[in-house]
């Protein structure tokens, strides 16, 4: 592999936190170690809850504030996002979404 260039990868929607977006088992083109964009879903490692670990996300990351990211759900009945857990660290923003996959080629 080249240096410099991003590494490309596939992730799968759990959940509802970002319908009408993305819904539940859509299959995401995903480029690793590129830099977040506002306004654009990316992949994200959520800080833990009372309960634990939480799953790795997508979500939009809306703005850059002093101590993160602020990364927001499309859907605001569903999930957990900054306005819960406060900004999320650099280097827990994983990769950005470049598309969804087409149905036929989606993950199963």
């Known amino acids: 592999m080249m240096r410099g260039l991003p590494r490309i990868g596939v992730a799968v929607v759990r959940g509802r936190s970002m319908e009408p977006t993305y819904a539940e088992g859509d ?61 999320i660290p650099e280097h827990d923003v994983l990769a950005r979404v470049l598309l969804r996959l087409p149905r036929s080629l989606r993950a199963r």
């Open 27 to 87: 299959s995401l083109l995903v480029a690793y170690g590129v830099r977040p964009v506002p306004g654009r879903a990316h992949v994200i490692r959520l800080p833990d809850g009372p309960d634990g670990p939480r799953p790795i996300a997508v979500k939009r990351l809306t703005r850059r504030e002093r101590d993160g990211w602020w990364a927001e759900r499309d859907n605001p009945a569903e999930g957990v996002d900054s306005w819960l857990v406060g900004a």
